[in-house]
């Protein structure tokens, strides 16, 4: 799977006082990651698997030519263009032509594009472009990660944008100020820990404030938090959402481990994680593989070297073994420097391997002697290296299949499964679903947002074949269309009311069992409120019309109130 963009002819750039419009685009990292497109007056931004699309996504949920976005003037719309999934705005299946406003979420598969509008007149010499932001900020997540440096980057909204230049020129020499997408910036600053960063913040704010405006802030690090930059962009913008700017309390990352079977799990992982012991970790995509991965570096004497992650599926067979054995200056070309791998940037440490069933035959044979020698040799190059890393490697796959089967060498296999553990799948730990999702809301920030009882139930019901990862989802979806108040059921995706359930949940579907309880209590209401619908609606926390519309759906029309004795007849 890939993701292609294709740039159309260059358009008219904008008049200084109009504003500039942008699709901010979130993708697996595995098919692009993060990036911005610019939307121009009278232009199309198309999405789909052909390469005819502006947007290509190579995906099983994306169809050939998916949806478009057209903009003319100030009035952006997105139609579906028959696709087999469908397209849908904040969660909700699109009609042709649906307009969409700043900040309006366009779902196509596994991407996500978002609006925005800036309203910026011109652009500032000190601030880059976001492809030249996107670009700086991936060399530096290299640099840090390879060198053990510390890299922190701020994502930012001020209003008004005026004293923009005055936090430009503020930064270091060495910092890098860029556009991400409308009104959002992000500051790049190399060799800043959290701490650090978090001082860098406090000043910002302090000197927009004296410039008479208001700064929003939120702060990631790397390797702290992730280890690529679009995790980073990821990171930094949800600590932005929930206006994150103080460093997080000890275990605020830390996996929630409820249900019997998770809490043997982790006094395994408590037992081993101290060995030598090379450790695979199996499971489905997405149940937690990597936090696993997190608890046995943490908890073991290495924990003060780096973790070291690469996602083996993510990169070409020439590329994965460039990154993960580095490589010799003139190796090939545009090898213009050495460059160590992720193996050499381990050393001490451990090196977590994900997917590694996707590793292509030959570098495993590479990777099987760096376990039994202890050695790497870069690319293009004839000296050994030494090196000392402890091997984690993670897995959706059968491996005792893929070794059958000839596509994973039996050698490797024994070697990587000093130990074994299993992540089960979400489904079979349903104690940990609605903790897990309060755990997402309150890293949104959100704490005071609480979950309604239907809301808890459609969570507990729903079988989770996506897992933790579909879950967060869910969830940051809710906490979008909830606007700030209890997350109802209604505000989850229709999947998880109409979809398949968890073996052993009780009743039918969820959507129909949540209708029954919720007519249930609108004739409950209406009955002890004598009819009186403002009332009724107030004991429901619904607004009147709101009420008349369920009503209606439900078929109830109140009964003809009694008339009080002191009533005259009529």
Same mark, same amino acid.
């Given at each position: 799977m890939s993701t292609e963009l294709h740039t159309q002819d260059a358009q008219t750039a904008p008049a200084a006082d109009q504003p500039r419009y942008s699709l901010l685009v979130h993708l697996p990292a595995e098919l692009g990651g993060a990036r911005v497109l610019p939307l121009e007056d009278g232009g199309e931004v198309s999405v789909g698997r052909s390469r005819g699309a502006t947007l290509t996504i190579d995906h099983d949920q994306v169809s050939r030519m998916h949806a478009a976005i057209r903009r003319a003037g100030d009035r952006v719309e997105v139609s579906d263009l028959g696709s087999r999934n469908g397209t849908r705005v904040n969660g909700i299946p699109v009609a042709p032509g649906t307009p969409l406003r700043a900040g309006d979420e366009v779902g196509i598969g596994p991407a996500s594009l978002m609006l925005a509008v800036s309203s910026r007149a011109t652009r500032r010499a000190a601030v880059a472009d976001s492809d030249h932001g996107l670009r700086a900020l991936t060399g530096e997540v290299d640099r840090a990660t390879r060198y053990r440096r510390p890299l922190a980057v701020i994502m930012f909204r001020i209003e008004p944008e005026a004293a923009l230049d005055h936090l430009a020129a503020s930064l270091r020499t060495m910092d890098s100020l860029c556009e991400y997408g409308g009104d959002h910036y992000l500051a790049v600053l190399p060799e800043l820990d959290r701490s650090q960063a978090l001082v860098v913040t406090q000043r910002l704010t302090e000197l927009a404030r004296r410039h008479g405006a208001a700064l929003h802030t939120g702060v990631a690090t790397c390797p702290g938090n992730v280890s690529s930059a679009e995790a980073l962009i990821g990171a930094a913008a949800a600590a932005l959402r929930g206006e994150a700017t103080t460093t997080p309390a000890p275990g605020d990352h830390a996996p929630v481990v409820l249900d019997p079977v998770m809490v043997r799990l982790y006094e395994v992982i408590g037992r081993v994680a101290d060995s030598a012991l090379t450790v695979l970790i199996t499971g489905e995509t997405g149940v937690g593989k990597e936090l696993v991965a997190e608890a046995l570096h943490r908890d073991s004497t290495r924990r003060a070297a780096p973790l070291v992650r690469l996602n083996c599926a993510a990169l070409p067979e020439n590329l994965l073994e460039s990154e993960l054995f580095g490589h010799e200056r003139g190796a090939f070309t545009g090898a213009? !420097?050495?460059?160590?791998?992720?193996?050499?940037?381990?050393?001490?440490?451990?090196?977590?391997?994900?997917?590694?069933?996707?590793?292509?035959?030959?570098?495993?044979?590479? +990777? +099987?002697?760096?376990?039994?020698?202890?050695?790497?040799?870069?690319?293009?190059? &004839?000296?050994?290296?030494?090196?000392d890393v402890r091997l984690i490697a993670a897995t959706?796959?059968?491996?005792?299949?893929?070794?059958?089967?000839?596509?994973?060498?039996?050698? +490797?296999?024994?070697?990587?499964?000093?130990?074994?553990?299993?992540? =089960?799948?979400?489904?079979?730990? =349903?104690s940990e679903i609605v903790p897990l999702a309060e755990h997402f809301i309150a890293a949104h920030g959100a704490n005071p947002i609480v979950l309604t009882e239907p809301a808890r139930d459609a969570l507990r019901a729903y079988d989770w074949p996506g897992n933790i990862r579909e879950l967060r989802n869910a969830i940051e979806r809710a906490l979008l269309l909830g606007g700030g108040g209890p997350i109802a059921a209604e505000d989850l995706p229709s999947r998880v009311l109409d979809g398949p359930q968890r073996p052993g949940a009780v009743g039918g579907p969820v959507r129909d069992r949540l209708a029954e309880l919720e007519r249930d209590a609108i004739v409950h209401a209406l009955d002890v409120e004598r #009819? #009186?619908? &403002? !009332?009724?609606?107030?004991?429901?926390?619904?607004? !009147?019309?709101?009420?008349?519309?369920?009503?209606?759906?439900?078929?109830?029309? =109140?009964?003809?109130?009694?008339r009080r004795a002191d009533e005259p007849a009529t």
């Open positions: 213009d !420097r050495r460059k160590i791998g992720y193996v050499e940037a381990a050393d001490g440490g451990s090196l977590f391997l994900d997917e590694i069933g996707e590793m292509p035959l030959p570098l495993q044979a590479k +990777l +099987l002697r760096v376990l039994e020698q202890k050695v790497v040799t870069r690319v293009g190059g &004839t000296s050994e290296v030494a090196v959706h796959r059968d491996l005792t299949g893929e070794v059958a089967a000839g596509r994973f060498r039996e050698d +490797l296999f024994f070697r990587i499964t000093g130990v074994t553990l299993l992540v =089960p799948p979400l489904r079979d730990r =349903p #009819n #009186n619908q &403002t !009332r009724a609606a107030r004991r429901l926390g619904l607004s !009147r019309r709101a009420l008349i519309y369920k009503m209606e759906k439900y078929g109830l029309k =109140p009964a003809p109130m009694p």
